[in-house]
């Protein structure tokens, strides 16, 4: 980043001779001076460049639709953000952002536990039990895995038709609960454990589910909930599937909600609900991160032992 | 409290036989320890008493019930684990309380028993920690603990000592020693330490290659080995092995075994055996001396630390009594 690198702080003390080299604070790689200002300058201007257009989304969603059709964009809100915001909640283009924003919450939180249940129970079956076949269902859902949706989004659709599950919830979650990643995930975490504590919970009677539910469940929390971020994040970004299967406006999602939004042909673009339903679209995964950091970051870093 | 049996217990992985053929006879109340080398299926042995592994061939019998069939849980036993595998996010109260709470125990006698094992490990400041807030020691009494709240018929000890430093160790082996007095309980105690065998063991089963080389109490086992690898990993520094044909003399089996503490050095006019003296290990109490005799066969002698210890270099003549000798056949068996 700048020229004063983890090694240059290192060999830094020895210029003053005879000056005892003095304890980095806190693990922390010593800086001062210019070296400091510069890293800063560094991260303000990276965090700018990220962050610029999604402000200009936000500026986007406060002013009226002339101001944005009209060169220069303006950089600073407006005074509509209370119609817009309240237009795009309430009634929206299509469909109202609310509706959407529920639809989604509704696909993203049902795939998420959905695959964190069906995927727990599988790696524990592959951990903990011997059956005959085990390997090969191991390498069939290893397989998947290099599958996308989109690779077997048409056999999927036609199965998803045929049970009448088009323009539901059900049609939006269920094809997209089984995880061979996070299957993959459980089963390298199950291993970790010692096979003791199985053993131990054997002599102390506990039958396979409660010690599933019991020992391993609870021993799983961190990466469940890290687990729970990124497809929570996944669900709620979703676009091709929920654009296939549902064609009822009141079943849309908010992420191809957005794109049904734009025109097509010769209508006039209304931006600045879009941009608010933009904005708005993304305050839930955020609020998720955030609010899970803490858990997540533990189940990233640290396997409690 | 109860008695086990073991009747002609063999196991195989596959193809591999690991035990061939075990019989034991556990007394109610009685301490047996099974002690051998890594590999020789101790381990194994006591995981098929306690149900984790199948019985390939024979009958193990709990109270003279056969159990081959049997859950571990239906064996009323418990089981002292070398990791001790302590479940990581249960409290230690939580721990010991988790096989009771799944037998359905009433709520207070659950709080009462836990309560009673706690004490009795000096436990009870640490009943609301995890089991990693708390030292390797303390862990270990968590696990005993465990095992003494369910009151079973037996007590199973894998190892539990191993992961402990040595002081701590020997504090631990005493504690083990006076519960299990004090309970009266059946244990079978799997160690590859011959120190914690001796110090702990009514009866003393040492393993070989999956095999009960010989079953007896600590002193008779070491006074009186049955085979030559006995002989060897009982006693520590283990005892002088040479061979009976190059001694010439008394040419009785293929080997001669003499404990160190037999051997005696004397003035070379007194013997016909001798040799040089390699390096001496003083230890205060005893000496340990290193010989190398003149055909090249290695002698270790334990004398009083009192005695003169002679020159590394030095050569010296070496004598025992005969009735200390022990004599093995080629087959390892004692003649």
Redesign the interface.
Same mark, same amino acid.
């Given at each position: 980043m700048t020229d004063r690198d983890p090694l240059a702080a290192e060999v830094a003390p020895k210029r003053g001779t005879g000056r005892p080299a003095r304890p980095l604070p806190d693990g922390m790689v010593e800086r001062r001076g210019a070296g400091l200002w510069l890293t800063h300058l560094g991260l303000i201007v990276g965090v700018a460049f990220i962050f610029f257009p999604i402000w200009l989304a936000f500026v986007a969603s406060t002013v009226e639709q002339q101001a944005i059709v009209r060169p220069p964009m303006p950089l600073l809100p407006g005074d509509q953000l209370w119609e817009n915001y309240s237009r795009a909640l309430i009634s929206g283009i299509n469909a109202p952002v609310a509706l959407m924003l529920a639809n989604s919450a509704v696909m993203a939180l049902g795939i998420a536990l959905g695959k964190i249940v069906i995927s727990l129970l599988s790696a524990f079956a592959i951990v903990y039990f011997r059956f005959p076949g085990r390997r090969v269902f191991f390498w069939l859902i290893f397989l998947t895995l290099m599958l996308p949706v989109e690779v077997r989004i048409v056999p999927t659709y036609e199965v998803v038709a045929n049970f009448g599950m088009l323009n539901s919830y059900s049609g939006l979650i269920l094809p997209l609960i089984a995880s061979a990643t996070a299957t993959f995930l459980f089963r390298q975490f199950f291993m970790t454990v010692?096979d003791?504590?199985a053993?131990?919970?054997?002599?102390?009677?506990?039958r396979p589910m409660?010690f599933f539910f019991?020992?391993l469940l609870?021993?799983s929390?961190t990466n469940m909930a890290a687990l729970f971020v990124i497809l929570f994040i996944y669900g709620w970004n979703q676009y091709l599937w929920p654009l296939l299967i549902t064609t009822d406006p009141s079943m849309n999602t908010i992420v191809m909600g957005i794109r049904q939004m734009f025109p097509s042909g010769d209508d006039i673009a209304n931006w600045p609900v879009i941009m608010a339903t933009s904005i708005l679209a993304m305050i839930p995964p955020v609020v998720v991160v955030i609010g899970m950091q803490r858990l997540f970051i533990r189940g990233l870093v640290e396997s409690?032992? | 409290m109860a008695t086990v049996t073991l009747d002609n217990v063999r196991k195989a992985f596959g193809k591999t036989q690991v035990i061939h053929g075990v019989d034991l006879d556990i007394a109610d109340g009685e301490f047996i320890v099974i002690v051998g080398p890594s590999g020789c299926g101790k381990s194994t042995l006591l995981r098929m008493v306690?149900?984790?592994e199948s019985v390939t061939e024979g009958e193990i019998r709990i109270d003279g019930a056969r159990v081959n069939e049997a859950?571990?849980?239906d064996r009323d036993?418990?089981?002292v684990?070398?990791?001790y595998?302590?479940?990581?996010?249960m409290s230690v109260f939580d721990n010991m309380a988790?096989?009771l709470k799944?037998?359905g125990t009433p709520k207070d006698e659950i709080a009462r028993r836990v309560a009673t094992a706690a004490g009795m490990l000096q436990l009870e400041p640490y009943l609301k920690r995890r089991p %990693?807030e708390l030292s390797g020691g303390q862990r270990q009494r968590v696990a005993m603990g %465990?095992a003494i709240v369910?009151k079973p018929a037996v007590f199973l000890f894998d190892e539990p000592l191993s992961n402990l430093d040595a002081k701590l160790r020997v504090q631990m082996r005493l504690e083990i020693k006076t519960l299990q007095r004090e309970l009266g309980v059946t244990s079978l105690y799997v160690t590859h330490d011959q120190v914690e065998a001796m110090t702990l063991a009514d009866r003393m089963v040492v393993m070989n290659a999956g095999r009960a080389d010989q079953i007896g109490r600590p002193l008779d086992v070491y006074s009186n080995p049955k085979t030559e690898f006995v002989a060897g990993f009982i006693g520590s520094p283990p005892t002088n092995f040479l061979d009976a044909a190059r001694l010439g003399r008394r040419a009785k089996g293929a080997r001669l075994g003499i404990r160190p503490e037999h051997v005696r050095i004397v003035p070379e006019a007194e013997t016909d055996l001798g040799g040089t003296v390699a390096y001496a290990e003083p230890l205060g109490a005893e000496t340990l001396i290193h010989l190398r005799t003149l055909d090249g066969q290695a002698i270790t002698v334990r004398q009083d630390g009192a005695h003169p210890i002679p020159e590394e270099g030095a050569t010296c003549g070496i004598a025992w009594e005969p009735r200390d000798e022990m004599h093995f056949a080629e087959s390892g068996q004692r003649v």
């Amino acid at each position: 980043m700048t020229d004063r690198d983890p090694l240059a702080a290192e060999v830094a003390p020895k210029r003053g001779t005879g000056r005892p080299a003095r304890p980095l604070p806190d693990g922390m790689v010593e800086r001062r001076g210019a070296g400091l200002w510069l890293t800063h300058l560094g991260l303000i201007v990276g965090v700018a460049f990220i962050f610029f257009p999604i402000w200009l989304a936000f500026v986007a969603s406060t002013v009226e639709q002339q101001a944005i059709v009209r060169p220069p964009m303006p950089l600073l809100p407006g005074d509509q953000l209370w119609e817009n915001y309240s237009r795009a909640l309430i009634s929206g283009i299509n469909a109202p952002v609310a509706l959407m924003l529920a639809n989604s919450a509704v696909m993203a939180l049902g795939i998420a536990l959905g695959k964190i249940v069906i995927s727990l129970l599988s790696a524990f079956a592959i951990v903990y039990f011997r059956f005959p076949g085990r390997r090969v269902f191991f390498w069939l859902i290893f397989l998947t895995l290099m599958l996308p949706v989109e690779v077997r989004i048409v056999p999927t659709y036609e199965v998803v038709a045929n049970f009448g599950m088009l323009n539901s919830y059900s049609g939006l979650i269920l094809p997209l609960i089984a995880s061979a990643t996070a299957t993959f995930l459980f089963r390298q975490f199950f291993m970790t454990v010692p096979d003791e504590l199985a053993e131990a919970a054997r002599v102390d009677g506990a039958r396979p589910m409660r010690f599933f539910f019991d020992i391993l469940l609870p021993m799983s929390r961190t990466n469940m909930a890290a687990l729970f971020v990124i497809l929570f994040i996944y669900g709620w970004n979703q676009y091709l599937w929920p654009l296939l299967i549902t064609t009822d406006p009141s079943m849309n999602t908010i992420v191809m909600g957005i794109r049904q939004m734009f025109p097509s042909g010769d209508d006039i673009a209304n931006w600045p609900v879009i941009m608010a339903t933009s904005i708005l679209a993304m305050i839930p995964p955020v609020v998720v991160v955030i609010g899970m950091q803490r858990l997540f970051i533990r189940g990233l870093v640290e396997s409690e032992k | 409290m109860a008695t086990v049996t073991l009747d002609n217990v063999r196991k195989a992985f596959g193809k591999t036989q690991v035990i061939h053929g075990v019989d034991l006879d556990i007394a109610d109340g009685e301490f047996i320890v099974i002690v051998g080398p890594s590999g020789c299926g101790k381990s194994t042995l006591l995981r098929m008493v306690a149900g984790l592994e199948s019985v390939t061939e024979g009958e193990i019998r709990i109270d003279g019930a056969r159990v081959n069939e049997a859950e571990p849980m239906d064996r009323d036993i418990a089981m002292v684990f070398q990791n001790y595998a302590l479940y990581p996010h249960m409290s230690v109260f939580d721990n010991m309380a988790y096989g009771l709470k799944i037998a359905g125990t009433p709520k207070d006698e659950i709080a009462r028993r836990v309560a009673t094992a706690a004490g009795m490990l000096q436990l009870e400041p640490y009943l609301k920690r995890r089991p %990693r807030e708390l030292s390797g020691g303390q862990r270990q009494r968590v696990a005993m603990g %465990r095992a003494i709240v369910r009151k079973p018929a037996v007590f199973l000890f894998d190892e539990p000592l191993s992961n402990l430093d040595a002081k701590l160790r020997v504090q631990m082996r005493l504690e083990i020693k006076t519960l299990q007095r004090e309970l009266g309980v059946t244990s079978l105690y799997v160690t590859h330490d011959q120190v914690e065998a001796m110090t702990l063991a009514d009866r003393m089963v040492v393993m070989n290659a999956g095999r009960a080389d010989q079953i007896g109490r600590p002193l008779d086992v070491y006074s009186n080995p049955k085979t030559e690898f006995v002989a060897g990993f009982i006693g520590s520094p283990p005892t002088n092995f040479l061979d009976a044909a190059r001694l010439g003399r008394r040419a009785k089996g293929a080997r001669l075994g003499i404990r160190p503490e037999h051997v005696r050095i004397v003035p070379e006019a007194e013997t016909d055996l001798g040799g040089t003296v390699a390096y001496a290990e003083p230890l205060g109490a005893e000496t340990l001396i290193h010989l190398r005799t003149l055909d090249g066969q290695a002698i270790t002698v334990r004398q009083d630390g009192a005695h003169p210890i002679p020159e590394e270099g030095a050569t010296c003549g070496i004598a025992w009594e005969p009735r200390d000798e022990m004599h093995f056949a080629e087959s390892g068996q004692r003649v």
